[in-house]
């Protein structure tokens, strides 16, 4: 199964709740970019093999933990085999670990017969994370309240550079030294014209991740002078991403970035809706 990455095209931050979460206005969209995640059964527990040495295989793990909600939720016995293949950076604003839970809920429930339906996989995936549920779909959405009240978005299959320094970056880190008295005010309505992206891509949080990087200002600059129509920082970042038009114009974007920035560096396809993964899986470059 393949577990697409997301960036977010704009994000908003709404306020503080007194759980702790941040209320927020998010547009996602998932990318041909993704982790790929077999799930079987075998064992007398959960095995989890990744490809990543700094990824946790045990209970911090958050597909890991997506197996144990699965079987608590259903009644489900017997060890589950995982094995995954990062393709995502790890903490760089992505939702790659949202996304992998998320594959696993499918995989499992598929595995299982479907014994829980739509609303149900959505109540257990936002349990697991604000994230998770946006990942049970392969649209473009918009997420309010924490993120997982949804609603399905359509976006052209727009193309995009993705830019990585290569330092981990906490969402937590990121949220507590946002400050919500200083960020700029609401737009006048909350639309979000797919033709003309460059008048609504926002992201709140991207003060905070440029000020902790501020070497990453000018790689963000040279998205747009390598003629992105819109450019800017997804979810917590660290990651950046620049938007095109068309594939070969992300190609020779990234070709021209690539000259000046020594990170990871990636082209990737948006998805627009369910697409049988066989159509989309190498749509997706490193430079």
Known sequence: MLCPAKVNL????????????????????????ADELTVGRGG????????????PSGEDNLVWRAVREFQAETGAKGGVRLSLRKRIPVAAGLG??????????????????????????HRLASRLGADVPFFLSRGPAVG????????????PSYWYVL??????LSTRWVYENLDLNHLPGPPAAEA?????????????LGTVVLQRFPELSSALAGLGESGARCQGV??????????????EAARQAGLKVRRTFPGWLA???????????????NHVWTI
């Not at 759980?19 to 969209?29: A, K, N």
């Not at 527990?45 to 990543?52: A, E, F, G, K, V």
């Not at 082209?267 to 899986?281: I, Q, S, Y």
């Open 10 to 33: 704009y994000l908003r931050v709404v306020g503080r709740r007194p759980d702790g979460y941040h209320e927020v206005v998010t547009v996602m969209q998932p990318l041909t970019l």
């Open 44 to 55: 007398a527990d959960i095995s989890l093999d990744c490809s990543h040495p700094e990824v």
């Open 96 to 121: 790659g670990g949202s996304s992998d839970a998320a594959g696993a809920l499918l995989a499992l429930n598929e595995l299982a017969g479907k014994p829980l339906n739509q609303a149900a996989l």
């Open 144 to 155: 309010r309240g924490i993120g997982t009240e949804l609603q399905a978005l359509t976006l």
């Open 163 to 168: 830019l990585n320094p290569g330092n981990p």
């Open 192 to 204: 979000w014209d797919p033709e003309h992206p460059e008048t609504w891509v926002r992201n709140d």
């Open 234 to 247: 997804s979810g917590s970042g660290p990651t950046l991403f620049g938007l095109f038009a068309g594939q």
């Open 267 to 281: 082209v990737a396809r948006g998805l627009t809706g369910p697409e049988p993964e066989a159509d989309w899986e």
